[in-house]
């Protein structure tokens, strides 16, 4: 039996046992299943009804078992007041509300997608500013090594020339040096 399975199935999302329940409780679950089974088919006819259901000039007319043509006559008194109606079901249709809805929830869930995306674009460019960052330091420390260095060597430039200035205005010469 399908209610069965579909009380016992039930009862195990809940954590209880079908086959370790009194018989009277088994009856009331049998009972509440028909019931509820009963109110899903009413739902589902509701709704059925409620899809199959237009009001438009031609429904009306066939079901008044006249042609359109009676309808449009009278200043087309008749087919306004039947669009006026028709109107006012559309708009009052749940129907087309939970379409409205639908189409709503899926342009939303298409922004979160966009939203994901740009969230993730921007947590890898923040990575990337980071490692950016870093290496600029050691770069920047580098530079300043290099800078130390050029001064030092520039000092020591700056010495061996006052120095050969010297010796030349003494008239020693400076040997250089053997390149072998």
């Known amino acids: 039996m399908e209610g069965i399975e579909n009380i016992k199935t039930r009862l195990l999302s809940l954590g209880e046992n079908y086959d370790t329940i009194k018989p009277f409780m088994q009856d009331y679950l049998l009972q509440i299943e028909r019931l509820i089974e009963e109110k899903l088919t009413e739902q589902e006819l509701a709704i059925t009804t409620l899809r199959e259901t237009s009001i438009s000039v031609s429904s009306i007319a066939k079901e008044l078992g006249c042609s359109r043509t009676t309808l449009y006559n009278h200043d087309q008194l008749l087919k306004r007041y039947i669009e006026s109606v028709a109107q006012d079901f559309d708009n009052n249709n749940p ?9 709503t929830i899926s342009k939303l869930q298409y922004e979160i997608g966009l939203m994901y995306d740009r969230d993730i674009d921007i947590e890898v460019l923040r990575l990337e500013v980071k490692t950016l960052q870093e290496l600029l330091k050691e770069k920047t420390k580098e530079i300043e090594r290099l800078r130390s260095r050029v001064g030092e060597l520039s000092s020591e430039n700056h010495i061996l020339m006052v120095k050969k200035k010297s010796n030349e205005t003494k008239g020693v010469v400076t040997p250089l040096k053997n390149k072998t």
């Not at 087309?96 to 189409?103: F, H, S, W």
């Open 95 to 103: 129907l087309n509300d939970c379409e409205a809805l639908k189409k």
